[in-house]
């Protein structure tokens, strides 16, 4: 018991430490749980643990995750990226392989070795990638969403790479190709049965999976939902997992494979949600310690003895993929900077890789040196990510053009009118709606084509051109204009506009869309007379309603709420006073001393009965 708690404490302080440092660094967490395990190699060493023994139970974090995997896979999902996932997916995969085993054919390697190198090779970090494209608001570009099909065809690619593995293996390992299960688990409980009463057994046990997901596991969840014993939930559907891996382990096939399926069909269940949510932590805590595993057994001696070969294949390999998703690129037409993202940012090897080298060296598929050298490679092409997409971002992005299109020429305007909308989205839109309702015709102005056409369809006038272009303004009448309202989403151009406009027509009134505080003060320094912060009036509608669910009638929560709006008002103007457009306000020590003198008066407004003065007097009575 000492030993296992000392080995607990290790591993688990090890990434505690670690994984913060690495996402510091933006390295992301599974460089850090790597770093992790290379860090304390040293103390297990002392100790007398062997990582090896705790691999076996961290890997089914990775029979976990592909059930995670099996439930974002709803077919509506796989049917919108049918294109990119079967085509872009699974081109990347095909021909990386064919790529990497080429080259390990042609220095000598046996052909079974060479297609287990290039499908683990051929995979990326689906870990890495997405968190860095979310942090970066890439994930919903042309690029962004090109690279998420490759990614999530890789995973589902995992599935059949993990099955075909034991068939790969090398002389010398007889029997090791009917496992597909555990490694050195060739001895199943129906192994003395006759090849064709296996095969039935094994297609008993997968048709009994797809059709009790499919029939019998939603009214099970139902079930113990009623109870309202979240642990007896969490309890069903770790018992769910650990069983069809049991399941499919005593067949002889992939406990993976099993759980996938299952994921699969409980992508449309009711508690999809709720089973992500509640084995997510188990999974990402046993994949953490795999990966620790992982960095504690790789044998970086190697790279002190071999760092040029090392080096050079890592260097080779991050090139060759480079080259084939470029290919790709342009033969799925992306353009410009999409074209860029979706290449750099999947050149790399990915965490996926490890479970791979770790099944492949468990059925005798790789011999332990090259293993030891692969995984070094792996881990070397990962570690360099943040740095290949520091590269994309900083030069090879501000030096590539947008994709050429034909310029549309702006719309002639053809009447002028009192009032001037520049941006037609979700914010201009209700303002324009309700002016026309009233009667008013303003003209309004868009830059982009696509989204014009479409509110034109709808019988809603708009006007292609950049409104700070000066002649289009002209045009639309802004000298004799009383109003402009900015509507655009672009806080730089909204506070150009406001500037040139003030400048050059004083007596126009501006209403500008505001996306935070700062920006109402940039605004109100650029000239506009009015800056709405774009999420504040929806907030307070939201705190009024709270207050009422609270207990508040709704006389009273209102009158709180336009208490608050005033003081909210008040505080922004003397805020601007002493805000400075050059200094941070983090680091505006008069700008932090007004805030904090704001939230005091604020809670003492809050504080004192601001009831109706009528309902107060007959409450207290006469004096």
Not at 403 to 413: M, V
Not at 527 to 534: F, Q
Request: overall charge negative.
């Amino acid at each position: 018991m000492d030993t296992l708690l000392l080995q607990a404490a290790i591993y688990l302080g090890a990434g505690v430490i670690a994984v913060p440092i690495a996402h510091r660094l933006g390295l992301g967490s599974v460089l850090g749980y790597l770093l992790a395990g290379v860090a304390i190699a040293p103390i297990l060493d002392l100790v007398g643990s062997d990582p090896e023994n705790v691999q076996h139970f961290a890997e089914f974090g990775v029979v976990m995750m592909l059930f995670l995997v099996g439930l974002e896979l709803q077919p509506r999902l796989l049917w919108d990226l049918r294109l990119r996932l079967f085509g872009l997916g699974g081109l990347q995969v095909g021909v990386t392989t064919a790529a990497v085993a080429a080259f390990c054919l042609v220095i000598g390697l046996d052909w079974r070795l060479a297609i287990a190198l290039g499908l683990i090779f051929a995979l990326s970090s689906t870990a890495i990638v997405l968190q860095t494209l979310g942090e970066k608001g890439w994930l919903r570009t042309e690029g962004g969403q090109s690279a998420f099909s490759v990614l999530l065809f890789q995973d589902i690619a995992v599935i059949p790479m993990l099955a075909l593995m034991p068939f790969l293996a090398l002389p010398g390992g007889e029997g090791v190709a009917g496992d597909l299960a555990a490694h050195g688990g060739g001895d199943t409980p129906f192994a003395h049965l006759p090849a064709w009463a296996q095969g039935l057994v094994t297609l008993g046990v997968v048709g009994g999976i797809i059709l009790g997901g499919r029939y019998l596991t939603r009214p099970a969840f139902r079930i113990i939902a009623r109870t309202g014993l979240h642990e007896l939930f969490f309890s069903t559907a770790l018992f769910l997992v650990i069983g069809i891996a049991v399941l499919m382990s005593m067949v002889g096939l992939s406990p993976a494979l099993g759980t996938f399926l299952a994921g699969v069909l409980l992508a449309e269940s009711e508690y999809r949600h709720e089973l992500v949510s509640d084995l997510e932590p188990f999974k990402g805590l046993l994949l953490g310690v795999f990966f620790i595993t992982v960095g504690a057994s790789m044998e970086f001696a190697l790279l002190g003895d071999h760092p040029g070969l090392i080096i050079g294949l890592t260097l080779a390999l991050i090139g060759v993929k480079g080259l084939i998703l470029l290919a790709l690129a342009f033969a799925f037409r992306m353009k410009g900077r999409a074209r860029w993202l979706f290449t750099f940012s999947l050149a790399q090897s990915g965490e996926f890789g490890f479970v791979l080298l770790a099944f492949a060296g468990g059925v005798n598929v790789i011999p332990d040196a090259i293993a030891g050298i692969a995984g070094l490679v792996v881990a070397l092409s990962m570690m360099a990510t943040p740095l290949i997409m520091i590269v994309f971002e900083r030069w090879v992005s501000p030096r590539v053009r947008r994709p050429a299109s034909p310029e549309r020429e702006e719309d002639t305007i053809e009447s002028e009118a009192p009032v001037i909308i520049a941006g037609m989205g979700r914010f201009g839109q209700i303002i324009q709606r309700l002016l026309v309702m009233d009667g008013y015709k303003p003209v309004v102005l868009d830059n982009s084509a696509e989204h014009i056409d479409g509110l034109r369809k709808f019988g809603i006038q708009v006007y292609y051109g950049n409104a700070m272009r000066p002649g289009l303004l002209e045009a639309a009448g802004i000298a004799r204009a009383k109003l402009l309202v900015v509507c655009t989403d672009n806080r730089e151009r909204a506070v150009e506009l406001v500037h040139h406009v003030k400048q050059r027509y004083p007596q126009v009134y501006v209403i500008a869309r505001a996306a935070s505080r700062e920006h109402v003060y940039q605004l109100r320094a650029a000239g506009a007379d009015l800056a709405i912060r774009e999420m504040f009036g929806s907030s307070l509608d939201a705190a009024r309603q709270s207050l009422e669910v609270l207990g508040e009638t709704p006389a009273r929560a209102r009158r709180k709420t336009e208490a608050f709006a005033r003081h909210d008002e008040e505080s922004l103007q003397q805020l601007f006073e002493v805000w400075d457009a050059d200094t941070d306000v983090f680091d505006n020590e008069a700008y932090i001393d007004k805030a904090r003198s704001r939230v005091v008066s604020l809670a003492e407004i809050m504080a004192e009965d601001i009831g109706d003065p009528d309902e107060k007097a007959s409450r207290d009575g006469p004096d």
